[in-house]
């Protein structure tokens, strides 16, 4: 599984659409994660789709994103866990112990409740329960 986090000094970036750098990590059962960094090249929603999809990428974990962004990412069949925040760190570990939906990990700004509903029923994905 590629997961891709756009990155700003260690930390999610805030915007996914002004991010100028990627965090891909290939994450597999019983191995140790491989880290890659690359550029974003363009902002534009094609390019940047069209970046994820030539990296392989099966989930990208953003802050902030537009609705269009979003929904053209999502449409290629990349799974979009947005609104968080965090260290490159913490936030790699949450996902990885699936606790990405506690409060501590949701943009400032974001009532936790709705955009853990709006992520929901999105993805038609079961609750995310918060920590």
Partial sequence: MKI???VWNERVSTVFDAADELLIIEHGPGANPIRLRTDCLQNSMIARTSQLKALHVDILICGAITR???HRIEATGI???SFVRGT???VFDAF???ELGSRKHILPGCHPEHCLEKRR???GHAPITEQ
């Fill in 79 to 81: 799974r979009v866990i």
């Fill in 96 to 98: 990885c112990k699936g």
């Fill in 68 to 70: 269009s962004m979003q």
């Fill in 4 to 6: 891709a986090i756009p």
């Fill in 88 to 90: 490159i760190d913490e």
């Fill in 121 to 123: 029923r999105r993805r």
